[in-house]
Nanobody
Framework: QVQLVQSVGGSVQAGGSLNLSCTAS????????MAWFRQLPGKVREGVAT???????NYADSVKGRFTAPRDNAKNILYLEMNSLQPEDTAMYYC????????????WGQGTQVTVSA
């Protein structure tokens, strides 16, 4: 059974930094993709970063240059390092995982709140 457990989020002032982590379990000897999504208040959930098993990463334009999503394959942990945070980054952040051949994301973390104050 695949499980994704996210770290606790937090609150920071604009311009600050915050790191999240997502630990995956249940994948055994099979490559899988991981991703970060976020849902802003009143908005549809949007992709932040998608990371392949080889570490190749795609970022949303809104976070390019500010966020990075390194992946530790030995520990099955995906990180989200967020810098230069702005109030518009305030959202519930979710990690997701699935086989890279899948057209959707079957497994989701519990979500963690990130709040950025002006």
């Amino acid at each position: 059974q695949v499980q994704l457990v996210q770290s606790v989020g937090g609150s920071v002032q604009a311009g600050g930094s915050l790191n999240l982590s997502c630990t995956a379990s249940g994948y055994t000897n099979v490559p899988f993709c991981m991703a970060w999504f976020r849902q802003l208040p009143g908005k549809v959930r949007e992709g932040v970063a998608t990371v392949g098993p080889d570490g190749y990463t795609n970022y949303a334009d809104s976070v390019k240059g500010r966020f990075t999503a390194p992946r530790d394959n030995a520990k099955n942990i995906l990180y989200l390092e967020m810098n230069s945070l702005q109030p518009e980054d305030t959202a519930m952040y979710y990690c997701a995982a699935d086989l890279c051949t899948s057209r959707d994301w079957a497994h989701w973390g519990q979500g963690t709140q990130v709040t950025v104050s002006a």
